[in-house]
């Protein structure tokens, strides 16, 4: 990372830091973003099998605007649905074509990505092939425990209607005192900034 892009990162982390916006997570919220983690989105492969129907089983990559091509009713919404609620669409687009009206939709693979920066060993993209905690992320990256502030660790979330969410977890008490972490489910491309610690020159 450059000075330059370094330099305009902290200022806009030391700017997220004082954001009125930053809560810790319970238990509710956590259910409903683990519930939204296991939403399919671009990148990710699904297997399709019609067991009456195997002409229109197969597998199928979800392009970036979030669609599938699927045999005889053309494109699909995939991203944004679990994949039981993508098996109700289907039984709905195939009702007149096919006589049992069975489904099963799973997922082959998926890319679960996430950045990380700040006092971390490796800055930048993470990936994984299943969704992440706060604590397997910073620990992927290299979490720095002499020089992170692991108290005020900030995730970034960007919504769909483009609404930033900004939400503090303490790491340290899992980490130093291996306390039970607060629930959290990351989403694909949150962002995890991990603060230094203020030292006196």
Known sequence: MSVTMALAATAFFAGCASHPEITNFDQQAFNKDRAASLELHDGDSVRIDFPGAAKFSGTQTIRRDGKITMPSVGEIQAAGLTPH??????????????????????VVSSIFMIYVT??????????????LTPLEALLEAGVDVQNADLKHVTVIRTSENGDTQRFKLNV??????GERPDPFALKPLDIIYVPQKFQWL
Request: cysteine-free.
């Open 85 to 106: 609620e993508l098996e109700k669409d289907l039984l709905k687009d195939y009702d007149t074509l096919v006589v049992d009206k069975e489904v099963t939709v799973s």
């Open 118 to 131: 700040g006092a971390v060993g490796h800055s930048g993209k993470l990936t994984s092939d299943r969704p």
């Open 172 to 177: 340290n008490k899992v980490l130093k005192h």
